[in-house]
């Protein structure tokens, strides 16, 4: 596990956006599945804004690993925010981009969207693989959309799955255990003072931590990258 503890959000974008940009660089066909959330939006602003000529965006596939069960013209969409923060501001070729459909019925749409990974990515192990995850953290231990309510999504035959917000109720299309474990690298991105209690517990594997989707990413490739800001790294640090 690697763990890199930044001072604050702002360098966990600036780190995170050379790592990128290095792995594109490196890469024909850069296959990526994107968090929602806050903290991806100063990371797409900080790659859009200081590293749009360095990175060739057609070499790169966009892929979410969940989205809420919206439109994706809604606040909550996490298309319409990596739009705003990022689509808007680079020229990427409207093919390489791979939304999951929020406006439709969400089992349908998890199944299409299977379908997707099988078509376009790169297979290993048996499973579509992504060149890279990246995941957030809720305070809750959930990433991507798997919640502690669900966890045994997490271990679902299917490639995505539909989850359930515990508290809103907000249907989610997301991404399950066996794709993200598949990935060639997972990027943990994971700021704010309201992570520190699971950070410690997951990585310092305190008592319970399993019980925590969050505790559950391990690509098999061991590539698990953590990116924390101070506030999320708390004893860590
Ligand atoms: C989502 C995300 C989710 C997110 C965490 C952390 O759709 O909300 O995929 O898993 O990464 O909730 O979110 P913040 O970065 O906003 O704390």
Sequence with gaps: MDLNIYADKQTVAEKFSKFFS????????????????????????FLAENFNDEIDWSRVYLYWGDERCVPPDDEDSNYKMTKEHLLSKIEMPAENIFRIKGEDDPHTEAKRYAEVLEKELPQANGLPQFDMVILGMGGDGHT???????????????????????????????LTGGIINNAKTVAFLVTGESKAEKVEEIIGQKPGYKNYPASKVNPESGDLIWFLDSDAAGKFN
Excluded: M
């Excluded at 850069?30 to 929602?36: E, N, Q, T, V």
């Design 144 to 174: 991507a959309s798997i919640f502690p309510s669900e966890i045994e999504l997490w271990d679902a035959e299917s490639y995505c799955a539909v989850a359930t917000h515990p508290e809103s109720g907000q249907k989610r299309v997301g």
């Design 22 to 45: 290095n792995k594109v660089r490196n890469n024909k066909a850069f296959h990526i599945a994107l968090s929602g959330g806050s903290t991806p939006k100063i990371v797409f602003d």
